[in-house]
């Protein structure tokens, strides 16, 4: 990935942005990288695919085996305390 530090982007803004549109660019500052700088199309393409995977389960809706394995790990853990 192309690199550019903040006084690029500030001096040479057409440059930076052209290099974005082909592929996202990193923006650095005091030499660590601070952001990242790409096309509308990329970011709604990367947005396309990182959907959240996240889930929220109540005990009625956890399936079955992640339920028992569950409340497995919680039984040994209470066995181990005894």
């Known amino acids: 990935m192309r690199s550019f ?4 982007l500030n ?7 052209d290099a974005a549109m082909r592929a ?7 030499r660590k990288p601070r952001f ?3 096309s509308v199309e ?3 393409q990367l ?4 959907p959240d995977r996240r889930q929220r389960s109540t005990v009625g809706t956890i399936p079955g085996d992640v339920r028992e394995g569950l409340l497995a790990l919680v039984d040994c853990a209470a066995s181990s305390k005894a």
């Open 5 to 8: 530090t903040t006084a690029d």
């Open 11 to 17: 001096k040479h803004v057409g440059s930076v942005t």
């Open 24 to 30: 996202p660019v990193v923006i650095t500052h005091h």
């Open 36 to 38: 990242i700088l790409m």
């Open 42 to 44: 990329s970011y709604e």
């Open 47 to 50: 947005a396309q695919q990182s």
